[in-house]
């Protein structure tokens, strides 16, 4: 079957309201942690049940298209919540999935050991969403997604990204290298389960 490539306007343009620009963060990400990762990649905004999600080759065979939702397009979402959702999507296009008992499983093992390696700091992240738009997102079927109140979530305030993680005292260059772009997790912290449980 022939991949016909869909045009980008398909997608309404939408101003981006974080403060910076989410195809530079996604771009960052891929040079750090996914250098493997070849061809083209957009990014958009629209407003489809998921929380954000990647669609491979949607703009032709190595061309891949990162959509987030626009309840996180706004001026006090994190930028290291959004640098980790970059992670979690382009994470796909590594780990393919996998069928389990005949069912094919998007996040399987591989993914979410792969997930971690790249992103430790995914159960600070998720704690986030949860405190700051958890009303709006749900998780039902195995699959995230946000529901249609996500608009009456516009003009509430979120809190800043303050992990609460069991660190003694170490000095900011050690827990966060690179100028913070990765959380340094000890050793003790818990790998948890699943990112979102309401």
Request: hydrophobic residues 40%; negative net charge; glycine residues 8%.
């Amino acid at each position: 079957m022939e991949m016909v490539p869909y045009q980008p306007l398909l997608f309404q343009p939408v101003q981006s309201e974080v403060g910076f620009s989410l195809s530079e963060l996604l771009h960052e990400v891929r040079a750090t942690h996914f250098p493997e990762i070849e061809g083209e990649i957009e990014v958009r905004i629209s407003a489809e049940r998921p929380l954000a999600y990647v669609w491979p080759r949607f703009m032709g065979v190595d061309a891949h298209l990162v959509v987030f939702h626009p309840v996180l397009n706004h001026p006090q979402t994190p930028v290291e919540v959004l640098r980790f959702l970059c992670k979690h999507e382009l994470t796909h296009l590594v780990c393919s999935g996998s069928f389990i008992d005949g069912r094919f499983e998007a996040h399987d093992d591989a993914f979410w050991e792969h997930e971690r390696k790249v992103g430790p700091e995914g159960f600070a992240v998720w704690r986030w969403i949860r405190a700051n738009i958890g009303s709006s997102v749900h998780y039902r079927g195995g699959r995230l997604g946000v529901s249609r109140r996500w608009r009456s979530l516009r003009e509430r305030p979120r809190t800043p990204y303050t992990p609460s993680l069991p660190f003694d005292g170490e000095r900011w260059d050690i827990v966060c290298p690179g100028a913070g772009g990765q959380l340094a997790l000890p050793p003790s912290w818990a790998v948890r389960p699943l990112p979102f449980v309401p």
